[in-house]
Nanobody, 123 residues
Framework: VQLVESGGGLTQPGGSLRLSCAAS????????IGWFRQAPGKEREGVSCISGSDNSIYYADSVKGRFTISRDDAKNTVYLQMNSLKPEDTAVYHCATSLRRLCRPRRADYEYWGQGTQVTVSS
């Protein structure tokens, strides 16, 4: 099982970025994939998740209406489209899976993690 994130970078407030999570060793259309982020000095927090059973989607309250999670089964990749970015969105973003079909609420439930991609929102 391997997860590789990409797409991070530096953008101004109000800008957009699209993160990618390329998976190998399993099918993203079967298992849930979560996006998490960790800002300096803060705990890692859940951002969004898409389940592999009924395609249910979840968002943290802080990103609802601004972020969109999606999946390309042919590319075995999950995306996180981030719009209207704010300085408080600055963090390292990781994707993860528990190899379970449903999204799990706790980050401790996720065994497999990508290395992360840095997102910096600053003027």
């Amino acid at each position: 099982v391997q997860l590789v994130e990409s797409g991070g970078g530096l953008t101004q407030p109000g800008g957009s970025l699209r993160l990618s999570c390329a998976a190998s060793g399993f099918n993203v259309d079967y298992y849930a994939i979560g996006w998490f982020r960790q800002a300096p000095g803060k705990e890692r927090e859940g951002v969004s998740c898409i389940s592999g059973s009924d395609n249910s989607i979840y968002y943290a309250d802080s990103v609802k209406g601004r972020f969109t999670i999606s999946r390309d089964d042919a590319k075995n990749t999950v995306y996180l489209q981030m719009n209207s970015l704010k300085p408080e969105d600055t963090a390292v973003y990781h994707c993860a899976t528990s190899l379970r079909r449903l999204c799990r609420p706790r980050r401790a439930d996720y065994e497999y993690w990508g290395q992360g991609t840095q997102v910096t929102v600053s003027s």
